[in-house]
Structure formats: C-alpha cells, structure tokens
C-alpha cells in the first residue's frame, strides 16, 4: 500500500502543478494580447512597424492554440488525479464534483480572458488605422485605401482564428471530464505499475481472499478424497442395511396391559384408592412396571407382587447410592439379581424348612392378606445403609416369607417399626447402628436364630419377650446401656453359639448354666459390672474360640486351669480384672491360641516356662501384675510373637539372647515390641522400652 500511496501523491502533485499553470495562463494572455497602442511623436506608422506587429499577431495566435490544448491535457489530468483507490466511493465522488466545479470556474476564467484578448486585438487597430488616415495619410487615397484593405484582410483572418478557438472550448465544455481521463488513458501506452496503480486496494484482496479460499477448499477436498479411495481399495462398499420400521413407543404399547396390571395390584396395594394416587409409591411402582420395567411383566406372571413390593420399598427409601459393579434396583433383570437380594427355589426352601413350607408360604399375612409366591422367592434382603428416610414400609410385611434382614446402619429411630413385626418368618434381624429405643415386642420372632441390636440407644433390662427367642444362635446386645441379670433370661438359650453383651451396664454373675451352652464359641461379657468368679462348668464348652471377660473389676478368684483343655481357644482376654495366684501354666498347651492378655491383674510367682509352647502365639500381656524372676529363655520360641509386654512387674536379670535374637530374625515376623522392666538388663538393640 505504501508503494501506491507515493505513486498517487506523486500523480496528485503533478495534477496540482498543472492546475496552478492553468489558473495563471489567463493573465498572460490578456497580458500578451494587450499591446501599447500610443502613437510615435511624428505620427508615422512605418512598414516595418506593420510587418512587426502581424508577426507579433500570428505568434500571439499560435501560443493561443498551444494553450487550449495544454488546458484540456490540464483538465484530463487534474480529472483523473482525484480519484484516490485507497478511498471509499464517496469520497472519491465528493472529490470529482468539488474539481470539476473548480475547473469550471478555470475555464470561465480562461473564456473571459480569451474574449478581453479578442476584443482588444480587433478594436486597437481599427483605432490606431483611424488615428493614422486621419493624421499620416490623409489625403493620400492609395495608401490608404491599400492600408485599410490590408486591415480587413486581417481583421478576418483574426475573425476566424478567434471562431475556431472559440469552438474548441465550447467543446471542451461539453465533454464530460471523466471520458476525457478514459480517452487520455486510452490513447496512451498503460505500463504495469500503472495498470496496478489504477486498481483498488479492495479488488487486490477481494482476489487474494478468493484465491486462498479456493486453496482451502481445494485441501478439503483432497482429504476427503484420499482417505475414502484408501478405504474403498481394502473394503468393498457395502450399502447399509434398511433400518427396521419403527415400533410403538412403551407407553402406547403398553396401555392393554395396564388395568388388568391395576386390578392384580389393588388388593395388596391398600386398595384402588391409595394405587391411583399420584403421590404414594404405590402408584410410582406400578407406572414403573407398566412403562419404565424393561422386564414388561404381564398382569399373569408370578413375580409380579413381588416386584412391585420391593419397587414400593425403593420409592419409599431411596434414593440409594449405586454400588459399582452391581445391578441396582430397578435393573431390567430379575429382581433376584438386584444388589442385595438374594432368592432361593421353593423346592430347595421345603427342603430346608423340613414339611414348614406351608406355614411359611401359605398362611400369608395375619391380616388374610398374601401375595402371589413366586418359583424364586426373596429370601434374604440386605439394605445396610438403604433406608435413608428412617422409614421402614408397610409393605415390608407383605414379604411374609422373607427369612434374613439387614438394616443395620440405617436411620431408623425409636421403636421397632410394626411392618417387621409381622415378617414372623424371619430367622436373622440385623438392626445394627440405629437410633432405636424399644423392641419389647421382639419375642414375636419365635423363630429368629440371629439377633444384632449393637450400638443403638438401648437402656434399662433386656424385655421379658426376649425368653422366647430361646432359638437364638448368635445375640450381639454390646454398647448400649442394658441394666439388670442379663442372665436370668439368656441361661436357656441353649443353642447360643456367639454372645456379645460387652460394654453395657450389666449386673450379676456367670451362672452355671454357661456349661449347658455346648456350641458356644465366642463369648465376650467385658466391661460391665460382673462378680464373682468364672464357673467351672464353663470347661464344657469345648468349642469355645474366643473368651473375653476384661474391665471387669469384680471378677476374680483365680483363672480357670480348664482353659488349657479348650484347644480350639485361640483368643484369650483376662485383662483389668481382680484375678490372683499364678498364671496356670496349662495355658502353654494352647497350640492354636493367637492372643494372651492377662494384664492388670494379681497374679505373682514366676512366669511359667511351658508359655513358650504357645507356638502360633503373637501378642502376649504380662504386664502390671506380681511377677519375679528372669524372662524365661523358652520365649525365644514364639517364633510368631510381634508384641510382648513385661513392664510393671518385679522381673530382673539378663534379658535372654533367644529372645533378643526374636528382634533380628530374618523370618516373615519380627519382634516388634518388647517392653520391660527396667531391672532386666537389655540393651537398646533389644528392648524397645522400660518401665
């Protein structure tokens, strides 16, 4: 742009240059047609005066000719020094009528000055001819009358120079100064920069824009091409398959199905009213069956009831956070496969139940009100942390033949909801890490065999109807604030297998009824207010794993020797109590037991060597208790032992290098933690601390 821009300042400084000559000729025409017509002293108007003067006259007509061409030149090109390709049409237009309005003004300038020039020349000679006839030639007829036909002749021969000047200009007036400029160009040889010069900066891009966008359209196309003849030359073009006509959409071809889905409904339902309303879950579970199921169950099929009591569930407790990997509730599959439901075939449950199918499926509900039972019924329900409204349905109860249930950890709050009161089927109730208060009513689970009301807000004695739960397998009552002679009710639970009452407020003694629970296993009583000493019938129980009985302040007597004939005790727990004597050293034939705790006790004498027989032993609690004497060399078979403590007793001497040697052995176990006495002798290496 810069290159055109100095050429047309260059053009436009020319055009002024030519305009400034042109204004300024008209003055010197009249100048050079005004000539000094005073007479000589004498009168006498010489030949060689005349002959001088029409010299001067035919030079004067011959620059007169030169100037009418020079103005159109003038005029053609100050027309086509306006014109600016760098400027908008507008101004371009603007331009052109201001100077052609200046020129015309020039022109009329010009016209008048040619006009004064004629004027002048033809009436001063006449006046000088009169001037000298009347004063040199008077009275010579000849010479005068030769001297005026010389002045007509050229007075003519001016007449006709002055006509033909006259139409030049008239032409010039009637030419339009933009043809002029296309003439002019015309006529000449165009070079190339001038034939750029005479474009617009806006055709230039206008052509580069169009040039790049064919560019690209061109690389567009190349893309295209190349990869589709890639693809055709390895696979043959295969025309795609007519898609299918269109099906009815679920709700229209579902409409047959839903008044008889309705009426299949109802009755389980609480009646027409409450499935019609919008607002119950009733009626969100049978529009889900009808038009939302991708199962599309017809109003005949077995499971129908059963699907549509858990959907209803669902509403009523959800929403549920999904479980990964798992089929939620709602999936287009068998309600069976749903997380957390599990189902068994009717023919393996009457097996099980051994000829009490009947009662279980067909009494149905103490209101006369039964479902459909399905070929795979639910028989185990597990909603730990489901029922985010706190609210347990009512249709829960139509489930009569549901048999375990888990709500623990949900939001359930005082009393134990009446829908579960009536699943009188169920053998396992899991209802642990709620807010309930009151389950005086739970005796009614007459054949409930699991049991878990941990870590609820429970207080004072455990309910009367708790005695005809004497089916119980498992009972897990721990951290509440249960009060009273826990076992004045559970010493007839027979076939009790696990029992943790720990950390409540419980009073009394271990009966020894104990003895008769020949399936116990794991029995955890710590932490309440117990007395008494452990009964001896409690040998019985040989099946026992896992005993604990610590934080029990008014426990003591000394510790049972029966315990070292409980083989399958792996886990053994005496701590905080008000045990004396000595540490029986039949405990060292427990080959399986994993955890020994007798600490915080008052026990005294030596510690016995045989506990380096406790083979799979890993922790072992020595601690604040009366022993003395050295640590017993044998520790150093406890090839599994982690963590063993000795601190606050009356132990000295050298530590044993078999057991300082349990600190550096290159076994899968380590030593971790050994802690003594600061009367035992042991380095830093060894001992991790002393007290």
């Known amino acids: 742009m810069g290159r055109y821009s100095h050429r047309n300042s260059h053009t436009s400084h020319s055009a002024r240059s030519q305009s400034t000559s042109l204004s300024s000729r008209p003055r010197d025409l009249y100048s050079r047609n005004h000539y000094d017509d005073d007479d000589d002293e004498d009168g006498v108007y010489s030949h060689s005066q005349s002959r001088q003067g029409r010299q001067s006259r035919q030079s004067r007509n011959r620059y007169d000719d030169d100037d009418v061409e020079e103005a159109s030149q003038a005029i053609s090109t100050a027309s086509s020094s306006v014109i600016d390709p760098n400027m908008p049409q507008w101004w371009n237009d603007r331009k052109k009528a201001e100077r052609r309005a200046q020129i015309e003004a020039e022109r009329n300038a010009a016209r008048l000055a040619l006009e004064t020039a004629k004027n002048g020349g033809a009436g001063a000679i006449p006046s000088s001819g009169a001037s000298l006839s009347g004063r040199a030639f008077r009275g010579k007829g000849f010479a005068g009358a030769f001297i005026k036909e010389s002045f007509t002749s050229r007075n003519s021969k001016n007449a006709a120079l002055q006509k033909k000047k006259q139409n030049q200009l008239d032409n010039l007036h009637n030419v339009d100064y933009m043809d002029v400029h296309r003439g002019s160009r015309a006529n000449k040889k165009i070079t190339a920069d001038e034939e750029l010069q005479g474009r617009s900066l806006k055709d230039l891009v206008d052509r580069g824009t169009l040039m790049v966008g064919c560019c690209l359209i061109l690389v567009v196309v190349i893309a295209v091409t190349i990869p589709v003849a890639l693809i055709s030359e390895d696979e043959p073009y295969v025309a795609p398959p007519e898609p299918d006509p269109p099906t009815a959409s679920p709700t229209s071809a579902r409409l047959p199905d839903y008044w008889p889905i309705f009426d299949r409904l109802a009755p389980i339902a609480g009646g027409p009213e409450v499935l019609a309303d919008p607002t119950t879950a009733q009626n969100r579970a049978l529009n889900w069956i009808v038009y939302e199921d991708g199962m599309e169950l017809g109003h005949s099929k077995d499971h129908l009831h059963q699907r549509f009591v858990l959907m209803v569930i669902y509403f009523i407790s959800g929403p549920w956070t999904p479980v990964e990997g798992r089929l939620e509730w709602g999936s287009p599959v068998h309600e069976c496969e749903w997380e957390g439901i599990f189902c068994k075939d009717v023919n ?170 020949k399936n116990l296993t794991r029995f955890f009583a710590g932490h309440n207010r117990f007395e008494g000493e452990i009964p001896q019938q409690l040998s019985k129980c040989s099946n026992l794993k896992e005993f604990q009985v610590d934080g029990s302040h008014d426990v003591k007597g000394k510790i049972p020797t029966f315990f070292g004939r409980l083989e399958k005790l792996t886990f053994l727990k005496l701590d905080t109590c008000a045990f004396t004597g000595v540490l029986p050293s039949e405990i060292g034939n427990l080959k399986n037991l994993t955890f020994l705790d007798v600490s915080s006790n008052y026990l005294e004498g030596n510690i016995p060597t045989e506990l380096g027989g406790l083979e799979s032993l890993v922790t072992l609690g020595l601690a604040n208790n009366d022993f003395e004497g050295g640590v017993p060399s044998e520790f150093g078979n406890l090839k599994k032992l982690e963590k063993l403590y000795l601190t606050n007793t009356d132990l000295s001497g050298v530590m044993p290098q078999e057991v300082c040697d349990l600190r550096n052995r290159g076994n899968d176990t380590v030593l971790e933690l050994l802690q003594v006495p600061c009367d035992v002798e042991c380095d830093t290496e060894c001992c991790t601390m002393c007290s």
């Open 348 to 517: 393996d449950l009457e097996e099980e139940l051994q000829g009490r199918v009947d009662e279980l499926l067909e009494v149905g509900r103490e209101d006369g009100i039964k479902i459909d039972v399905p070929q795979q019924i639910v028989n185990r329900l597990e909603l730990r942390q489901r029922l985010v409204s706190g609210e347990v349905p009512a249709e829960f109860s139509l489930l009569y033949y549901l048999q375990h249930l888990d709500l623990e950890n949900n939001q359930l709050v005082g009393a134990l909801p009446t829908p579960l009161y009536k699943l009188f089927n169920l053998q396992t109730l899991f209802l642990e890490q709620n807010q309930l208060t009151n389950v005086d009513a739970i005796g009614e689970y007459r054949h409930l065999e699991n049991l878990a009301l941990s870590k609820n807000a429970f207080q004072g004695s455990l309910p009367e109807s708790f005695r005809n739960l004497n089916k119980l397998k498992t009972l897990y009552l721990h951290t509440n604030a249960w009060t009273g002679q826990v076992f004045e009710i559970l010493k007839d639970f027979k076939d009790l297998e696990l029992l943790d009452i720990a950390f409540n407020q419980f009073e009394g003694t271990f009966p020894p009824e104990l003895g008769d629970m």
